[in-house]
């Protein structure tokens, strides 16, 4: 049997596994484990068709960051019949990638995709030329070193008759996909980092190709700093907007872009007065509620005054509520600097506990409240000596080269939240 051969034989199989919903027993018989596993008829085809597609040598890649299915189904060109993608790498590093049609009970090969890079960044479908179809959004480098100023490259697709076409390709460092002026179009927005350190965010809206809607630079970016979170959404019930959180050494600070009258603005110009923290700490919708919030590390009333490597700080996250400032608080936590626990506050509770000042955040902490100094809830260190001989109602959250880290509760008042 050919070396080739045996190659298309072992991707074939590794397909399989790559499209079923197969679990992982470890108490199952061995013999079982080595059984090739069944799939519908259909993925089975599918699976056959793509490995025997693929060139001697070849990997299926998975995206770098967004959706990370090596194989995605879905209607393309809005035609009723399922496309399928999927981009694999050769032995010269470059990505390429399949589209494959439904025809019947089995699939057809119908265009391949040059790409643009040799490492797949993205990949995400919609319809961001706002003509009903959905487009093909893939994002490609040639570097592997994840540099905010690699040459990076965002080609949008359309797909249509069984054929593949570009529609655009612009550099990139970072791109968001959303309506940024309320008006249920999508815009593409595309932040550009150069060598210097320059940021430049950009937002185009599609028609007869990508037209530039607002242009702003970003200030307070120069340098050694880079942005270690961009995320995109809801950051108000009824305002979209982009938050980079940008570091500055190992402290941080997050930017929040939004569009006014047309026009992209920063809304805290001074973000580093406005979401300076001195530890780095993601935006994100923490709480759950569709909306995004802005971390913070804030110190417990009471510490102000201590050394700050003795202050142990809450995690507090913002929701923007349209001026200056951040003041609207929706969560707050204590986080362990060793990433050990988390302890949640419920949200009846916050802004209402601080930390005893006499507690030491790597022995004991104590939660008492603001108005009265009640304790209510008290996280201890334990070796496992001193846990086999301890009494009370203690809940082990967390174990640690011998220790036992466990968590008491003023059950009457119940400010953790589970």
């Not at 496309?83 to 032995?91: A, C, K, N, R, S």
């Not at 494959?100 to 790409?115: A, C, L, P, Q």
């Not at 907007?241 to 026009?263: K, N, R, W, Y």
């Not at 759950?288 to 417990?300: C, F, K, S, T, W």
């Amino acid at each position: 049997m050919s070396k080739s051969i045996w190659i298309k034989l072992f991707a074939a199989v590794g397909l399989l596994f790559l499209l079923s919903a197969c679990s992982f027993n470890p108490l199952a018989d061995p013999k079982t484990l080595i059984q090739t596993p069944e799939l519908p008829s259909d993925k089975q085809t599918l699976s056959s068709i793509i490995s025997s597609e693929l060139p001697e040598g070849a990997s299926i890649q998975s995206p770098k960051n967004g959706n990370g299915s090596k194989i995605q189904t879905v209607d393309l060109d809005g035609d009723g019949t399922s496309e399928t993608i999927v981009f694999y790498q050769t032995t010269t590093g470059r990505i390429v990638g399949l589209i494959f049609e439904k025809s019947g009970d089995t699939w057809v090969k119908k265009d391949t995709i040059d790409s643009a890079g040799f490492t797949l960044e993205s990949v995400e479908i919609t319809d961001i030329t706002n003509d009903g179809h959905r487009d093909l959004i893939v994002g490609y480098s040639n570097d592997t070193s994840n540099s905010e100023s690699s040459q990076k490259r965002l080609v949008i697709y359309s797909y249509d008759k069984g054929k593949i076409s570009i529609v655009d390709d612009m550099p990139y460092s970072y791109y968001s996909i959303i309506d940024m002026d309320g008006d249920g179009i999508n815009d593409l927005v595309i932040t550009k980092i150069n060598n210097s350190g320059y940021v430049n965010i950009a937002a185009y809206r599609y028609k007869a190709g990508f037209q530039l809607i607002s242009s702003m630079d970003l200030v307070n970016t120069i340098g050694s700093d880079h942005f270690y979170n961009v995320v995109a959404g809801k950051v108000t019930a009824n305002q979209n907007g982009i938050i980079m959180d940008q570091t500055l050494g190992v402290s941080a600070f997050s930017h929040l872009i939004v569009m006014e009258d047309g026009q992209l603005k920063d809304v805290f110009p001074l973000s580093r007065q406005a979401t300076y923290k001195d530890i780095q700490i993601t935006s994100e919708d923490v709480n759950n509620d569709g909306i995004l919030e802005i971390g913070m590390a804030e110190i417990p009333e009471g510490w102000e005054n201590i050394a700050p490597t003795e202050i142990p700080r809450f995690t507090s996250y913002y929701q923007w509520s349209g001026g200056a400032d951040l003041t609207k608080l929706v969560s707050q936590q204590y986080r362990d600097e060793q990433g050990r626990f988390v302890i949640k506050l419920a949200p009846e509770w916050i802004g209402k506990v601080t930390i005893d000042t006499k507690s030491n955040k790597n022995q004991d902490l104590r939660f008492i409240l603001k108005d009265t100094g009640e304790k209510v809830a008290e996280v201890r260190f334990f070796s496992e000596n001193e846990w086999n001989n301890h009494s009370g109602d203690w809940e082990i959250i967390a174990q640690n080269r011998g220790q036992v880290i466990a968590l008491w509760e003023n059950s009457k008042i119940n400010v953790i939240q589970n």
